[in-house]
């Protein structure tokens, strides 16, 4: 059987492989992610190695592993990474909000459904993860009671996404025993069934995001809406005039996928009506319009 430590570093480095790509794509700035450290540790060495206070987000698989693992990003990264995806100034929220735990929990379902893709040419099973769960954890007792009790060590993955402008934000990985026994099968199971020759490289499928950036998707801009009576509808004939809930000069509503995501102003461009956007949404809720 392949050692832990070297079917963990190849489930490792495929975990990560997407993160960099969907926080560029999210964050709309480079940004690269890179393992530092891989340690086995027992359950009390590992609660000490946790960035307390922080962000716990605990992923599950829904199909290709049993089980899950953790991911916890420390509190000043998360606020970092909650005030880059919502579009604040640094520094401008001193506390995480439900803003921000929706944009990053949002953003760690972006970064596991990419790693799904990388991980099925590891493991040669299609990987998918149920939706995060999110929790804040201050100190030691607000964590799983897997993380700080019994004898079975713990796996800690730190990993690194760096960004311009010194945009910095460190996340642990923490895989349990009983996941990395299985990683560690199944990587033996895909060796076995390799021929003997060298094989060329897989070309790793894009990632989930990547998929779809072509896809184009009906823009419609709103003026306004209006109630009406069904016998002052079946009146209605050409030349009617129809009150809208808005005021002239009111900003209309731009929606896609019916969705609304900017406000801006009626301009017109070479005799064609156009929208000049007055704000937008975040990254991450114009992410969400694709669902």
């Known amino acids: 059987m392949l050692a832990p430590s070297e079917s963990l570093s190849r489930f490792v480095q495929a975990f990560f492989e997407g993160a960099g790509p969907t926080l560029t794509t999210l964050l709309n700035r480079p940004v690269a992610v890179a393992v530092r450290e891989v340690v086995q540790l027992s359950p009390t060495e590992a609660v000490e190695r946790l960035p307390l206070p922080c962000v716990l987000l605990e992923a599950r698989y829904q199909r290709g592993l049993q089980g899950g ?8 990264g998360a606020l ?3 005030h880059a995806l919502i579009g604040e100034a640094e520094g401008e929220a001193l506390e995480f909000t439900p803003a921000h735990a929706d944009a990053v929990g949002e953003t760690v379902n972006q970064i596991l ?3 799904g893709s990388s991980l099925k040419a590891v493991i040669m099973r299609s990987v998918a993860f149920e939706p995060v769960s999110l929790t804040v954890a201050e100190d030691s007792s607000g964590l ?30 923490v895989v349990g025993g009983d996941l990395v026994r299985e990683i560690a099968a199944l990587g033996e199971e895909v060796g076995s069934r390799a021929p003997v020759a060298e094989a060329p490289v897989p070309v790793a499928a894009p990632s989930g995001i990547d998929l779809i950036l072509d896809v184009t998707l009906p823009v419609a ?10 016998q002052d509808i079946l009146k209605l004939a050409p030349g009617s005039i129809i009150e809208l809930d808005k005021s002239a000069g009111d900003p209309v509503d731009i929606l896609i996928n019916d969705r609304p995501i900017a406000k801006g102003e009626v301009v017109v461009i070479d005799e064609n009506f156009g929208v000049r956007l007055t704000s937008i949404v975040t990254t991450t809720e114009r992410i969400r319009t694709l669902r």
């Open 80 to 82: 970092l990474l909650g």
């Open 113 to 115: 459904g990419a790693a």
């Open 69 to 76: 693992h953790w991911i916890t990003v420390g509190m000043s």
């Open 144 to 173: 799983p009671a897997e993380l700080g009790v019994g004898k079975e060590r713990l796996w800690l993955v730190r990993a690194e996404a760096t960004g311009p402008d010194g945009f910095r934000v460190e996340m642990s990985l």
């Open 221 to 230: 801009v709103e003026l306004g809406r209006s109630r009406m009576q069904i």
